[in-house]
């Protein structure tokens, strides 16, 4: 309840979202996340593919797992900030890592990497605003 109402008191540009639509979001972009980091880490396992491709997907993971509690745990807008821009650049590196190999799953993190910008967005003109 003390996070919601930190994150609720902060200053939000006209255009952020309704938290609502967060949960929703997030569950369909898990659930393309999974199916195709899944079928990244089980090429790397089975040697398809060297480890450095799959380098930027494991990055990306830990980064967009750190999020919330740099966000909402520490209550820390710079730190979420940096964050999410390491999340942005390695789902970059990612997608264009996996694209010789497995287009499909470049193309399947369309809808994640246009969140992300989004978020990204978002977070920096919050940072921005609460400054």
Known sequence: MNTY????????????????LFGP???????L??????????MAWKKEIALVVAL???LNLIFNFAFTPLQFGLKNNLLAAIDILLVLSTLIWAMVAIYPHARWVTYIQIPYLIWV??????QLTI???NR
């Open 117 to 122: 910008l989004f978020a990204t967005i978002l």
């Open 25 to 31: 979001v997030w569950t369909f972009l898990y659930i």
């Open 56 to 58: 930027p997907f494991i």
């Open 5 to 20: 109402n930190w994150y609720s008191q902060l200053i939000k540009p006209s255009w952020s979202p309704p938290s609502w």
């Open 127 to 129: 940072t921005y605003l």
């Open 33 to 42: 996340i999974t199916i195709s980091f899944g079928k990244v880490f089980l």
